[in-house]
């Protein structure tokens, strides 16, 4: 009961944090423009991994895809590849724990047989929550060194600043982390126990004695002789025991 708990427990929140850095990625606000350094208020800047954009104080925006993957920096396209490889792998791992849930019955399936798909789904959800954090924290990196972000849109250097979709992703992966953890736990409270009956041997003393065989052997009687059909006593003899 315990392992079954922990195994729903950790899937529902891998499934969450699986949500959120999926959430995170088509998010566009990364880096947003720190509006403390500039005159103008009403205008203001934000980018992510796949657009930049521009907002008003009216609630207007207008983005700009980046039509290009060449004139990108590496940082930013690695960063991408990460959280790529983070939802792939967590969207697998989801599909693996649906069927290894302990409290579904997929036909004959043996527990030991779910242990094993929970402990690979735990694992490839640990694997996309260590890569959804190391992406978040190189873009976040990114803008902590340089703190001048290229906005592809206007082609100019604006002061950056951490955007929400940074906090989500660190969250999401962390939460995605903390439950490939309690599933690759649970797999080991799903392995029933095998116990296997004994029998005790004991060996033959030393001073064990063989005794002859002393019961009476059966005597053959020579009066019992086959008669032919006219009467003749023949040869042939029958045992009777």
Not at 35 to 59: A, D, E, I, Q
Not at 64 to 70: E, M, Q, S, V
Not at 202 to 229: E, L
Request: aromatic share 12%; glycine share 10%; charged share 10%.
């Amino acid at each position: 009961m315990a392992a079954s708990l922990l195994q729903l427990t950790g899937f529902m929140l891998s499934a969450l944090g699986q949500f959120l850095i999926s959430a995170a990625t088509a998010m566009d606000m990364w880096s947003l423009q720190d509006r403390s350094f500039t005159v103008v208020t009403n205008v203001y800047t934000y980018s992510g991994l796949w657009k930049s954009c521009v907002g008003t104080s009216y609630g207007t925006t207008s983005c700009r895809p980046y039509f290009t993957i060449l004139g990108l920096p590496a940082l930013l396209q690695a960063v991408r590849a990460l959280m790529i490889v983070g939802i792939v792998l967590g969207a697998i791992a989801s599909f693996i724990a649906i069927f290894a849930l302990k409290c579904l019955k997929m036909g004959n399936m043996e527990d030991n047989i779910k242990a094993t798909m929970t402990l690979t789904a735990g694992i490839m959800f640990v694997v996309a929550g260590v890569c959804g954090i190391a992406g978040v924290s190189a873009f976040a990196n990114l803008i902590v060194q340089s703190f001048r972000f290229t906005t592809y849109a206007e082609g100019g250097f604006n002061t950056y600043t951490f955007g929400p979709a940074l906090f989500v992703g660190w969250i999401g992966a962390a939460i995605l982390l903390i439950g490939g953890i309690m599933m690759c736990l649970a797999c080991r409270g799903m392995v029933p126990d095998r116990k296997y009956d004994g029998m005790a041997y004991k060996a033959a003393s030393q001073h064990t004695m063989y005794k002859s065989d002393t019961r009476s052997r059966p005597v053959y009687n020579d009066s019992y002789k086959a008669q032919s059909v006219d009467g003749r006593q023949s040869n042939q003899r029958f045992d009777y025991v």
